[in-house]
T-cell receptor, first 115, second 107 residues
């Protein structure tokens, strides 16, 4: 079964540390999304890539977050320095169409706790 | 007003009952609509798309009301395994996610 793979599944770190999350989208998918989910905010879009090009990162705090796709099989989301308010589940999702095509395939998420 | 609004619930429903919940959206130009299901501590998964004419998939029926700007999800003969959070997604030039409606099916 083709699926989106995310690592790490869980991460506990201390405030100020760098955190890098990785995502392998489904082979052949040309859109990749990074979402953050908390109990209070629901799903928030952090970044969106199409054909590896970043098209929207307006939802991402630029001072500490960065997202890249070094190649078609890898997307990364980096937080430096991390803060307790960054604690959340970070989902990567990939899809085949335009950004308004609703069928996205999600990874299992990276659960981040910043102490 | 939020762009996409859902009643957070929880909806506590006995097994076998029918349950329905709505999702309202603010952008009348929205083009596509979807329902996702998210189990506790899991990732969201697409449940069904919502077409203008409505659509049905087994016990699940999705409807779109453009005039009143809402979509609905109806679950018939509910099962314990239907317990989850149901997220609606509205698309114009981007995907807008609702915060979800929590459904608990009780034996």
């Amino acid at each position: 079964d083709a699926r989106v793979t995310q690592t790490p599944r869980h991460k506990v770190t201390e405030m100020g540390q760098e955190v890098t999350m990785r995502c392998q989208p489904i082979l052949g998918h040309n859109t990749v999304f990074w979402y953050r989910q908390t109990m209070m905010q629901g799903l928030e879009l952090l970044a969106y890539f199409r054909n590896r090009a970043p098209l929207d990162d307006s939802g991402m705090p630029k001072d500490r977050f960065s997202a890249e796709m070094p190649d078609a099989t890898l997307a990364t989301l980096k937080i430096q320095p991390s803060e307790p308010r960054d604690s959340a589940v970070y989902f990567c999702a990939s899809g085949t169409g335009q950004r308004n095509t609703g069928e996205l395939f999600f990874g299992e998420g990276s659960r981040l706790t910043v102490l | 007003r939020k762009e996409v609004e859902q009643d957070p619930g929880p909806f506590n429903v006995p097994e076998g009952a029918t349950v329905a919940f709505n999702c309202t959206y603010s952008n009348s130009a929205s083009q596509s609509f979807f329902w996702y299901r998210q189990d506790c501590r899991k990732e969201p998964k697409l449940l069904m798309s919502v077409y203008s004419s409505g659509n049905e998939d087994g016990r699940f029926t999705a409807q779109l009301n453009r005039a009143s700007q809402y979509i609905s999800l109806l679950i018939r003969d509910s099962k314990l395994s239907d317990s989850a959070t149901y997220l609606c997604v509205v698309a114009d030039y981007q995907l807008i996610w609702g915060a979800g409606t929590k459904l608990i099916i009780k034996p």
